[in-house]
């Protein structure tokens, strides 16, 4: 018998029973657990879960959510449920880098990101061609002070019509407004070249070198109205040396981009980052 695919995020305050509550539930349904991850954050007493399960073709949606009212209501939940039989759908919003955005679309070319790109969005024409020759629709929407109310106004009209589950900046070197970032709270995915905090503004790999740092860094987080201060989804870092001249710092610190960007992306696909106030709990 064919079977559906589901993942159940929720989270409450910590008291006993939670696990037990929603698994007999989809035990009833003859549900079955691939995935099982909890977390216990014992500053705030929050309690966080991440399921993934399978359920018999006669289980649809509406059986489901039938079946979690009860223990949702009992523990007063918030909770998301997602069928992964859809495909999820990203707007890119690129400028001249295009490291990142190559490394993500060649991530989903060979299927380790699971999505579709429904548009790709930059304030230079530079990346056009690389868009056209992956058949994705483009859109060159130039900013400055008088127009970025404008734009980004289409911006978010763009993200609504596409249908798209996700923004992404692949070194979409703009900031969005406060109005914009408050729109697309949590759908919306920013690379930092950087290992937060540390050096901000222009050419972060040259101040980095001039002050002889010995390990260079990226940071993926959630857009906020707080510049470079959403909540942090994925980091890595790198070893550097004194012989390393500034170029060699912006060839690394590219590669770390590309591969911290990629995997933030997947995590937020897969329903495996969960915010907790300024922070994330990140089922791997």
């Not at 009860?70 to 918030?78: A, G, H, K, L, V």
């Not at 060159?140 to 109310?149: E, F, G, I, R, S």
């Not at 937060?196 to 070198?209: D, M, T, V």
Request: glycine residues 4%.
């Amino acid at each position: 018998m064919s079977a559906a695919n589901f993942v159940l995020t929720l989270s409450c305050a910590d008291r006993p029973g939670i696990v037990a509550a929603v698994t007999t539930e989809l035990a009833a349904l003859g549900a079955n657990i691939a995935e099982s991850n909890q977390f216990w954050d014992r500053e705030t007493g929050r309690f966080f879960m991440r399921l993934a399960f399978t359920a018999p073709a006669t289980v649809g949606r509406e059986a489901l959510d039938r079946a979690l009212k009860s223990p949702i209501e009992r523990f007063s939940m918030q909770t998301s449920l997602t069928e992964l039989s859809q495909r999820k759908r990203i707007v890119i919003l690129v400028s001249k880098f295009d490291h990142t955005l190559l490394h993500l679309l060649y991530q989903i070319r060979v299927g380790w990101l699971d999505a579709d790109v429904a548009a790709i969005i930059s304030n230079h024409p530079d990346v056009r061609k690389i868009a056209e020759d992956a058949a994705i629709p483009f859109h060159l929407l130039p900013v400055t002070k008088d127009t970025k109310p404008a734009q980004e106004a289409r911006i978010l009209e763009i993200v609504h019509q596409s249908g798209a589950d996700l923004v992404v900046l692949a070194r979409y070197m703009q900031v969005l407004s406060d109005t914009l970032s408050t729109r697309l709270f949590g759908r919306v995915i920013n690379i930092h070249h950087s290992f937060l905090p540390s050096f901000k503004g222009a050419k972060p790999y040259h101040q980095a070198h001039e002050r002889g740092v010995k390990l260079i860094g990226a940071t993926a987080h959630y857009v906020t109205p707080d510049l470079d201060e959403g909540p942090i989804i994925e980091q890595e870092t790198a070893r550097v040396t004194h012989a390393m001249s500034a170029e060699d710092l912006v060839a690394a610190g590219r590669d770390i981009e590309s591969r911290v960007l990629a995997r933030a992306v997947k995590l937020h696909l897969e329903n495996r980052v969960m915010l907790n106030g300024k922070k994330t709990v990140v089922f791997g």
